[in-house]
């Protein structure tokens, strides 16, 4: 914009916030709350309307959070609310194999915490615990404005700014949009960010199964054919579990009643080394 008139109007334009954050999801509230510590005003805009968004119902997703992520939960104040509702991981086994006929090699690889000095090797949370937890921190921070159930449909970058509008015709001003809309961001297409991908032809299927035995706070990883499996434990005796097939496999899987998915699921189908 080479106007000096039309950049001095947009210079003297009221900012709504610092910073807009395009998407409420994970990334974008744990932004805003570092931002909102340093003293910057913020606006989260978020496509979900608020209830859908804070929903305590179990959709089997769970986060592996590493001890980096969890210092970062401890800055921006997350943790100490949610780390009751998650379980420490204390051992990783990794071994390979092939479903049903178990490891076959004699080779595994074992990571315990005992060896670690900062403690757990992370811990596991229910994306139902940590959802609701970035929602309501972001509305106890005074630098923090949340817009839910209105999405960005348009945005347009000047000399002096930014300027967003949202589906139900309100616009925002602030001088730094950040996209953190997922992995399909409306934000980055509009800025012309293009990206590399390319299909591994696998599909994981995530669900949470409770067990009658104790997991022992370990994590096996099981590196199969067509994919990774992953047995991820989560408080009490439950385990969330990523499993990774070809396509049409988890196709198949993903098509079967409970009772059958199980079926497929359990020992001896899979059996670890360790
Ligand atoms: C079914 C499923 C299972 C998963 N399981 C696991 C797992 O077990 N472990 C793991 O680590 N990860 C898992 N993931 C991945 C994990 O959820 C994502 O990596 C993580 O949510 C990314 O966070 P994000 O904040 O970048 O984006 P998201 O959490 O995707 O949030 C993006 C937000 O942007 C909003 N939005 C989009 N467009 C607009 C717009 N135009 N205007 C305003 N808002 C907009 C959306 O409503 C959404 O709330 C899973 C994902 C899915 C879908």
């Known amino acids: 914009m080479d106007n000096p008139a039309i950049v001095t109007i947009l210079r003297a334009m009221k900012m709504d916030s610092d910073i807009v954050i395009v998407g409420g999801g994970l990334n974008g509230p744990a932004l805003a709350l570092a931002l909102a510590q340093r003293g910057f005003s913020v606006t989260v805009v978020d496509a979900l309307p608020r209830p859908e968004r804070g929903d305590a119902a179990f959709d089997g997703r769970s986060y592996a959070l590493a001890m980096a992520s969890v210092r970062l939960l401890r800055a921006i104040g997350i943790w100490d609310g949610i780390k009751d509702r998650t379980q420490p991981m204390l051992e990783i086994k990794v071994s390979d194999g092939r479903a049903g006929a178990g490891p076959l090699t004699p080779f595994s690889l074992h990571f315990d915490h005992a060896e ?75 800025a012309g960010i293009r990206r590399t991908g390319w299909q591994y032809g696998q599909t994981a299927l995530v669900c949470a199964v409770t067990h009658e035995k104790p997991h022992h706070g370990i994590a096996h990883q099981f590196f199969m054919p067509p994919g990774p499996l992953a047995i991820l434990p989560l408080p009490g005796n439950m385990s969330s579990i990523v499993w990774s097939e070809s396509d049409a496999t988890a196709a198949a899987f993903a098509a079967l009643s409970d009772a059958d998915f199980m079926g497929r699921a359990t020992p001896p189908l899979w059996r670890f080394s360790g």
Not at 164 to 178: F, M, P, Q
Request: glycine share 12%; proline share 3%.
């Open 116 to 190: 670690l000095e900062e403690g757990p090797m992370g811990h596991m949370c229910e994306d139902r615990v940590l959802r609701p937890a970035f929602l309501d921190a972001m509305d106890e921070v005074a630098g923090i404005t949340t817009i839910s159930g209105d999405a960005v449909i348009a945005q347009d970058v000047d000399a002096a700014g930014a300027t967003l509008t949202l589906a139900s015709g309100k616009v925002l001003r602030t001088r730094l949009i950040v996209g953190s809309d997922g992995r399909n961001s409306g934000t980055a297409q509009r």
